[in-house]
């Protein structure tokens, strides 16, 4: 996480963490440390750290000490739209594949209940045709009163059967 410094309208420099003011020459000392640092106008919250940052180094490069060579100062100038180009599309292409990533989380997220609500409601489904189905076999499976109905009407109406008598066969 980076260092947060804000600078107040006097164009004093404080250090957030440490609670207490610092100069250029801190930020530098910080930033050699391999400290990120990040420095915002208090007033408006806009972010001035590029351009504290390159005040450290006109600073430092008035005081004589050889900063950055000329050579490089000039190409920074001349490739700096094509810098800024390059790491737009750089901040782009990170945000586009951090955005991807955290909807394919998200979606993932939001998926997973709806998947277990769909499993459960298919088993409950299955469960319901189960029931269903031994419901109609039973209906379709004769009943014992309807089989002996087929045999004997007189049964099923309540009817005592009356014997009819039995002939012997002929012999002719």
């Known amino acids: 996480m980076a260092r947060r410094i804000k600078r107040y309208d006097n164009r ?10 610092v100069s250029l020459s801190d930020i530098a000392a910080l ?7 990040e420095v915002v106008d208090k007033a408006t919250g806009e972010d001035i ?14 005081n004589g000490a050889p900063v950055i060579p000329p050579d490089l100062l ?6 700096s739209g094509e810098a800024l180009d390059t790491g737009l599309d750089q901040i782009r292409s990170t945000v586009d594949g951090l955005v991807e990533r955290s909807l394919g989380q998200l979606k993932r997220l939001v998926q997973s209940p709806r998947r277990r ?7 409950q489904l299955r469960h319901l045709e189960q029931r ?9 499976a004769p009943s014992p ?9 007189q049964e099923a109406s309540g009817e005592t059967p009356t014997a009819e008598p039995v ?5 002719d």
């Open 12 to 21: 004093k420099l404080y250090d957030t963490e440490t609670s207490e003011y």
């Open 31 to 37: 930033v050699r440390q391999g400290n990120t640092v």
């Open 49 to 62: 750290t590029a351009q504290t940052l390159t005040q450290i180094i006109l600073e430092e490069g008035r």
């Open 74 to 79: 000039h190409t920074l100038l001349r490739r």
């Open 117 to 123: 609500e769909l499993d459960d409601l298919r088993r």
């Open 132 to 140: 269903l189905s031994a419901l109609l076999d039973d209906l379709d």
């Open 145 to 153: 009163s309807d089989s002996d109905a087929h045999r004997h009407p």
């Open 167 to 171: 002939q012997p066969p002929s012999r």
